[in-house]
């Protein structure tokens, strides 16, 4: 992470003064002028930062460039809220209740300034910065609700999102894409520490959450949109996928009904399909709460054996 420098600064001050928004609600030319009195910084892709708000503040954040996922914890660790702001969402700030624990997890490299009614404040934090190297894999495993809220459950896994992988148009809506008309799968963007957990281990959890001979079927889940895969980035990641299929083919009679292909396009779902299990302890799941305790387990050990 880097602190900007005075011309960068002074650009974005200029840009921030642009929105009406931004500009309505905080004070950004007295702000920046006190340096004393303001957080800005650039945060590249994956950063982590851990944050306890103490009493006596109220702060909100807003992100000038990038995407970052916010969210606050209780008392036990688990997650109460999370949202993602970003100028594309037009969501720009969140409110964070006084005396709790959040998190900031950078989706793409971003330009955060932490606010406080007005002026910018120093920004606390209780903790340690992680900017740990990164890798990515997309998995369609059926409903993405399921399938995000597994990969989350496993440790090495930095961020989780929801979206739609491998179709021929642009920008789709949740619902273009429950007509099968799109050729989109349900898909959960996973970026994961390859020092904490390796990319074959990742895939063999994931064919444990699918049935990998059914075409275009999860649990209750039917359609193209459900279909299974493996989209990958970087074509130096083809051969472990391939080991990896072919191990899991040596257990079945009949072929695997699962894609391996390269990544074409990915669109991020709505909002309220991101961390929705999270948000929705109740909501449907078409896999069963004791493949989230295995996957929990799994996080802990991450050994051979789990799979025995």
Not at 10 to 21: C, Q, T, V
Not at 66 to 72: A, E, I, L, P, Q
Not at 100 to 123: D, N, R, T
Not at 259 to 265: C, D, G, T, V
Request: glycine letters at 6%; aromatic letters at 12%; proline letters at 6%.
């Amino acid at each position: 992470m880097k602190i900007i420098d005075d011309n960068l600064m002074n650009g974005l001050a200029e840009e921030a003064k642009k929105s009406p928004r931004l500009r309505k609600n905080y004070n950004f030319h007295q702000s920046l002028q006190d340096k004393c009195h303001r957080f800005l910084n650039a945060l590249e892709l994956g950063t982590f930062i851990p944050v306890h708000h103490h009493p006596d503040k109220d702060e909100t954040f807003v992100i000038l460039k990038g995407k970052v996922r916010v969210t606050t914890y209780n008392d036990e660790g688990e997650i109460a809220e999370s949202c993602v702001i970003s100028q594309e969402s037009g969501r720009y700030g969140v409110d964070i209740p006084k005396n709790v624990w959040h998190g900031l997890e950078c989706l793409e490299p971003s330009v955060l300034l932490e606010c406080k009614a007005g002026p910018f404040v120093e920004h606390e934090v209780d903790g340690i910065l992680e900017t740990k190297p990164t890798k990515d894999i997309y998995f369609a495993g059926g409903c993405f609700w399921g399938t995000e809220h597994y990969f989350k459950q496993i440790e090495g896994v930095a961020i989780t999102e929801v979206g739609f992988a491998n179709g021929h148009t642009e920008n789709p809506t949740y619902k273009e894409v429950y007509t099968d008309q799109t050729g989109f799968a349900e898909t959960v963007f996973v970026r994961f520490y390859p020092d904490v957990v390796s990319l074959e281990f990742l895939l063999q959890m994931f064919f444990k959450a699918i049935d990998p001979t059914s075409l275009n079927k999860q649990g209750h889940d039917e359609g193209t949109r459900y279909r299974t895969g493996v989209y990958y980035t970087d074509p130096a990641d083809l051969p472990v996928i391939e080991k990896v299929f072919a191990e899991e083919q040596k257990n079945y009679e009949q072929p695997l009904a699962v894609e391996k292909l390269p990544l074409q396009n990915f669109y991020t779902a709505e909002e309220y399909h991101q961390d929705y299990l999270d948000k929705n302890p109740d909501g449907y799941c078409h896999l069963p709460l004791s493949l989230f305790e295995f996957a929990r387990q799994a996080k802990a050990a991450r050994t051979p054996n789990l799979f025995v």
